[in-house]
């Protein structure tokens, strides 16, 4: 398949997604996906609403299995470890595969809480003060929170909120970190925060973002994915993945006319 | 204007009697609100009829006296008037309904928002709906005559070992129980269970709301931080909903408070002071339904007692709804 | 560490720090799970006991000398023909009277009322009202209509005391009602120039109506179970006639249950449970109803 971009073989594989199909009861929301996220890269999946990015997203650390719903078909590897194999346990790989929502959704704990919370459910032995602080300051909340460890996490503005989701998600130290549309309820000045972030926690983490910004993603990432929908004939929309290859290919030069039109923003 | 503009002819047609309407608008909203109205009278109808006749109670009957008496015997010769007494019981039987209602709530709620398919939910509900529309003198019949035997059966069959587990304590120094306590037909635990069980579906259905308005995106940050099902429920879904939950709890409370039928039925009315569950007891409830049975004379003392134990009823639950209220307005978490 | 210094720390991949321990953990999800699913069962199995006793007991007795017999101090020959003919006049009062102040109240709340000290002060009161013990009403009723109306131990002062008590519950039904009529109906009634009146008693009412008979029908099953208000106003249990007027002496269903399960002999507990059926089932029917009036409803719109 000429979708599976051959160019990412300079960085070791993560992910590998193989005739990926997802379902929620009889709609098919999303069909025959083949892509590799490279590790310690960011790989930005655009496309129109109802396309599928977020339910792809959503597979690579099992999240679909909460919706009863749901069916996941096709073959996707962690490491080269089937993760829908009945051997891999979810809730095992989501600590290994953090994710970062739409809109943030800190507990209502404190912000200390919010860190710990995930390293102590997962049974976390170290020094919980030093990581909490790490994960702050990894997530550049360190200075802004660092005297009110105490308030509750709602207390915080939005973008705050989103980092500190972020900070939440790599205490648990994972490999991977999904983000589905992070800035998507922030302004433009906390966006901006995010995406330096991104910049730096790509050293040590494998990234893979769901965006609706095109911007965002030329600026961001290394690779792209561009997903598009076509109607079905149930009068329903079924996503499938375009064209997936290095952004400035994507967005410069891409192979198919669908993404040169949406990269230059003719519809979406 | 002197040209004639051409659908002049039909205004004519039009008469809409403004006043009219306007007039009738007024008297309805008149008469609406004074039906509204009616809700303050009857909070103005309680509080007065209430405050009346306990100030006259309270000018034969020095306030320290109804708190401190240690009887309760205000339709005797000898009258004593210890509030106290009937408030033990009702405290009594209201901490076992709520030792029943709480985990059996709580739990139910749960499972309905958590774990039960949307068919199961469907089912489960309108149980848990007829649970709590089943009348209260239902479940006094319950209370005497099936859960009382029933526990008196268990007890007996249960009495060998029993025996051996007194004896067993009192080995132990210090120990010294002559023998197994029986449960008497009027009880207070019977009357309890059951209340609990009359209170369960006011703990499940409003935590089972609180639960559901719990965002789903706080249990999706849960779940990918690898966190289990019950991991989820128990430190991030139950804290979120704590307020809600907190509160059901108490109003649960204050409908135990002011139970009247499983109480009068099966706990009995003989007024004593303690906490033994296995013994007759009256509520405050109790002693309202005992008084206004008998003819109780308007102006004796009898029929001011009455108003004296509703004042003390109402008080109480009062004080529980508001701390009820309270609690939610401070402690809900806004999530929009 | 500089601690001004934001950059990412020089992390450590410490994954081995991390003891999931999952054996353990789903070890206790199971036990949690168990015990979920353990207390609602728990619910079910007491409502089926309490059903099961309850037509054991009782359907011995019930048959149509039970239903059309008045009570008698020998247990063969007792029934409920004054109880039943005391709850329907009873009924008949709280829905002629609830009716109308109910929904009058509520239409008053949701739809004209501007948010001043009298609304406020009106929904407090209700939501307070809601949390009063029966008894208390009971109190209320024995005091007010009883001594100072002076209407004696009749089915009006026992109506009218139900009636207080189920107020709260009609008027937030209504409003609840109310409320699910799309907006737009009121939009277009006003922009044809009627007066707030006009839409709501020739559209609003129209299509709120089946809510709020809902409403009303479950507020009337309510009713009909309560004892203790009725006993504090002090209603006869042992009535060997059916009432001819508001004023006449009367007793309910629910006190007649209670008095026999108050008596020391079996026969008349047996009496009770079927007392109970016939109760229940007058409360199942009207469920049933209100349940077929809300489907309905909710198919239309």
């Given amino acids: ?91 095992e790989l989501r600590r290994r595969v953090g994710m970062v929502f739409q809109r943030p959704n800190p507990f209502p704990k404190s912000i200390y809480q919010n860190i710990a919370f995930g390293a102590k459910i997962n049974g976390y032995q170290g020094d919980m003060d030093e990581l909490v602080e790490r994960s702050l300051r990894d997530a550049a909340l360190w200075d802004e ?20 989701c972020i900070a939440r998600a790599i205490a648990i130290e994972p490999e991977v970190i999904l983000m589905d549309e992070p800035c998507s309820a922030l302004d433009p000045i906390s966006t901006l925060r995010v995406e330096e972030l991104m910049q730096e ?18 600026r961001t990432s290394d690779y792209t994915a561009f997903y598009n929908a076509k109607a079905t004939d149930q009068g329903g929309k079924m996503g499938y993945l375009v064209e997936y290859d290095r952004t400035e290919v994507i967005f410069q030069q891409p192979a198919q006319q669908s993404t040169q039109e949406y990269v230059s923003g003719r519809f979406g | 204007m002197t040209v004639q503009s051409p659908s002049t002819p039909s205004q ?17 909203k008149c008469i609406c609100g004074a039906f509204a109205a009616v809700s303050i009278i009857t909070t103005l109808g309680i509080v007065a009829t209430l405050l009346f006749e306990t100030i006259t109670f309270l000018q034969e009957i020095p306030l320290w006296q109804f708190l401190t008496d240690r009887k309760w015997t205000p339709l005797f010769a000898s009258k004593e008037f210890g509030i106290f007494v009937l408030v033990s019981a009702t405290v009594m039987i209201s901490i076992i309904s709520i030792l029943v209602a709480m985990p059996l709530g709580l739990l ?53 070992l029993l025996n051996v587990f007194l004896a067993v304590l009192n080995a132990l120094p210090f120990i010294a129980i002559e023998s197994l306590p029986e449960l008497k037909g009027f009880n207070s635990l019977s009357a309890g269970l059951v209340l609990g069980v009359m209170i369960t579906p006011l703990v499940a259905s409003l935590s089972e709301d609180a639960i559901y308005s719990v965002p789903q995106r706080l249990r999706d940050g849960a779940y990918a931080l690898g966190t289990t099902k019950r991991e989820t429920i128990t430190s991030v ?100 | 560490m500089n601690i001004n210094d934001t950059s990412p720390s020089d992390r450590p991949i410490n994954i081995e720090l991390f003891k999931p321990n999952l054996a353990k953990r789903y070890n206790l999800d199971r036990i949690f799970a168990f015990l979920a699913w353990g207390a609602t069962t728990i619910a079910v199995a007491i409502l089926a006991w309490l059903l099961f006793t309850i037509l054991v007991d009782g359907i011995g007795t019930l048959n149509w000398n039970f239903i059309d017999s008045f009570a008698s101090r020998k247990a063969e020959r007792a029934g409920i023909k004054a109880a039943l003919a ?101 939009a277009a009634g006003f922009a044809l120039g009627a007066t707030r009146w006009q839409v709501i008693w020739h559209h609003i009412l129209p299509a ?51 008095d026999w399960v108050g008596r020391p002999k079996k026969e008349f507990h047996d009496l009770a449970a079927s007392g109970i059926i016939v109760l229940m089932s007058v409360l199942l029917l009207m469920n049933a109803g209100a349940i077929y009036l809300r489907n309905r409803f909710q198919q239309n719109r």
């Fill in chain 2, 108 to 160: 139910a709620a749960i499972c309905l928002s958590e774990y039960a398919s949307p068919r199961m939910r469907k089912i489960l509900k309108p149980v848990l709906e007829v649970l709590a529309g089943v009348p209260t003198v239902v479940y006094g019949y319950f209370a005497l005559l099936t859960v009382t035997p029933s526990l008196q059966a268990l007890l007996e069959f249960l009495t060998p």
């Fill in chain 2, 237 to 336: 879904v139950l804290p979120a909903a704590l307020s809600g939950i907190v509160s059901s709890l108490i109003l649960a409370i204050s409908r135990a408070v002011g139970e009247t039928m499983i109480v009068t039925l099966a706990a009995g009315a003989n007024p004593t002071l303690g906490l033994n569950p296995f013994v007759p007891v009256m509520t405050m409830t109790a002693f309202i339904v005992q008084v206004t049975k008998g003819d109780a004379v308007h102006g004796s003392i009898a029929y001011q007692t009455l108003f004296a134990v509703g004042t003390t009823l109402f008080l109480i639950t009062l004080a529980l709804n508001i701390f009820s209220f309270w609690f939610v307005r401070r402690f809900r978490e806004k999530y929009d």
């Fill in chain 1, 145 to 164: 929170v660092k005297d009110k460890l105490k308030a509750s996490g709602l207390s915080l503005s939005g973008g705050q909120q989103q980092r500190l």
């Fill in chain 3, 86 to 186: 005391g709850t329907l006049w009873v009924m008949g009062v709280v829905a002629v009277f609830s009716f109308p102040i109910g929904v009058g109240a509520g239409i008053f709340l949701e739809e004209f009322s501007e948010d001043n000290w009298f609304t406020r002060l009106v929904e407090i009161n209700i939501s307070n009202l809601a949390g009063v013990p029966s008894i208390i009403y009971g109190l209320l009723g024995l005091a007010a209509f009883v001594r100072l109306f002076g209407f004696g131990r009749s089915v009006l002062a026992g109506g009218l005391t139900l009636v207080l008590l189920i107020l709260p519950v009609i008027i937030v039904s209504t409003r609840e009602a109310l409320r699910t009529v799309p907006d737009g109906i009121r």
């Fill in chain 2, 12 to 28: 004519s047609l039009w008469r809409p009697n403004r006043d009219r309407s306007r007039l009738i608008q007024t008297i309805v």
């Fill in chain 1, 201 to 218: 926690l790509k050293q040590k983490y494998t990234i893979v973002i769901v965006t609706h910004n095109m911007q965002q993603a030329s």
């Fill in chain 1, 1 to 91: 398949m000429t979708q599976t971009a051959g160019a990412t073989t300079a960085h070791k594989i993560a992910f590998q997604a193989e005739k990926l199909s997802v379902s929620y009861g009889s709609v098919m929301a999303v069909k025959d996906v083949f892509l590799e996220i490279p590790q310690n890269q960011i790989v930005a999946f655009i496309g129109p609403s109802g396309c599928g990015k977020s339910t792809v997203l959503r597979c690579f650390n099992r999240m679909n299995d909460l919706i009863p719903s749901a069916k996941v078909e096709g073959r996707i590897t962690f490491n080269g470890q089937d993760i829908y194999d009945k051997h891999v346990d979810a809730v």
């Fill in chain 3, 208 to 258: 709120a109506m089946p809510g709020i008979l809902t409403g009303m029908i479950l507020s009337l099953s309510r009713a009909i179970g309560e004892t203790a208000p009725l006993l504090a106003i002090g209603a006869a249990s042992f009535i060997a006639f059916k009432p001819n007027s508001v004023l006449s002496d009367f007793t309910v269903l629910p006190i007649q249950i209670y």
